[in-house]
């Protein structure tokens, strides 16, 4: 099964008062680690891989989150279907093609 996910994480609480650009480097290590294909956006990361590879990849960005922030928010939206992998670049290249 294919899933393209999209996700947003960062700490409500926190020891610091600074920028989240920290926490979100964490986060995208975590996932460059997993070895998924993703995208890094101005509000959130996209992946892409096997339903239960993803989530765990997500799951382990929250912990590590969670280790050392007592709050976290996180919003995701996910698209799992039967088929190919390589939906998060075809789902973009569509919409360009109808723009042409």
Same mark, same amino acid.
């Given at each position: 099964?294919? #899933? %393209?996910?999209?996700?947003? =994480?960062?700490?409500?609480? /926190? ?7 920290? +926490?979100?480097?964490?986060? =995208?290590? =975590?996932? /460059?680690?997993?070895?998924?294909? +993703?995208? !890094? ?12 590879? %993803?989530?765990?990849? =997500?799951? /382990? #960005? ?6 050392? #922030?007592? /709050?976290? +928010?996180?919003? !995701? ?24």
């Amino acid at each position: 099964m294919s #899933c %393209v996910a999209t996700f947003s =994480i960062f700490p409500l609480e /926190r020891t610091d008062e600074g920028s989240l650009a920290p +926490y979100v480097a964490r986060t =995208i290590a =975590i996932v /460059r680690e997993s070895g998924l294909p +993703y995208e !890094l956006g101005a509000m959130g990361t996209v992946i892409e891989g096997d339903f239960d590879k %993803v989530m765990a990849t =997500i799951k /382990r #960005c929250h912990d590590d989150m969670r280790n050392d #922030c007592g /709050r976290v +928010y996180l919003t !995701l939206a996910v698209d799992s279907r039967s088929g190919e992998a390589g939906r998060m670049q075809s789902k973009v290249d569509s919409v360009g093609e109808l723009l042409k």
